[in-house]
């Protein structure tokens, strides 16, 4: 058995028994995402993962808080999970736990960073952008994308080897609100990642990692949701402000933000509503 069944397995095993191991660029072209046109109910998408060195699993983990801000989700990357930092939503999380309120430790969940599994792909419909970051939300029903993977890596083996791997087939459909889920993962047979050298060489030498592309918002950004407010970019201080105490407004630096965040969270709309782990946005 390969160095990299071995570890996806292991990290599949644990993940599986519920143990934690431990936005956003501007470049949309760098994301993946399942998502079905307005109007279809069916569909499908064609990838390939790309391999690791030293027979590490493909599939990266991050944390990420999933929160309203301004009427709108977001996801905000956990700098505590990731980073080994400080985090304003996980202190808050902690402390109304801490509570004892049943109250309080209902809406700590609000605050809980939710983990999320980030692999290396390229999409077939759209190769000329090159290496894309797919990132999809950890199932504690064994319901997920990443459960339904598992077996064509146990039956197949290693599908991410450049000449003797195979790209997946997700078959897309919807769920009872409507919104994209991946019904099936089928592989294709044994195929080369391409038959253009160039290209070849270009996808492997790609050393962009998960973290180059959903970046951390600003601690101030974050302090201020944990308050409640909403934050705004101002001008004059140069620094996110809680909305109403701002001055001068510069709104590129938001709106680039805020965009990006949309659009990645639009096309990340992959589960159901009633998962408290999968909220869609």
Known sequence: MSNILDSIRAQYEQNKQGQQSFD?????????????EEGDDSGESTIRLMPTKDGASPFEEGHWHSIQVGGKWRKLYCRKHNDG?????????????????????KISKQFKAKKFYIVRVIDRANEQDGVKF??????????????????IFTKKGDI???????????????DDKKYTKITSIMSEDVSLLTEDA??????????????DIYKAQPVEYLEIIANGDTPVWDKGLQKFVAKGEEGEVEFSYNKTETKTEEVTAEAETTTSKNNEDELPF
């Not at 797919?134 to 077996?151: C, S, T, V, Y």
């Not at 000449?163 to 897309?172: A, F, K, N, S, T």
């Open 134 to 151: 797919w990132r999809f939300p950890h199932n504690w029903k064994g319901e997920g994308a990443l459960d339904k993977m598992i077996p």
């Open 198 to 211: 160039t290209k070849a060489k270009a996808w492997l030498a790609d050393t962009t990692t998960w973290k």
């Open 85 to 105: 930092e400080h985090c304003p939503l996980c202190e808050i999380e902690a402390e109304l736990k801490a509570t004892g309120s049943e109250e309080d430790k």
């Open 24 to 36: 956003n660029g501007t470049d949309f072209s760098k994301y993946f995402a399942v998502r079905l």
């Open 160 to 174: 991410t080897l450049p000449r003797e791997g195979r790209d997946l087939v997700l078959i897309l459909g919807r």
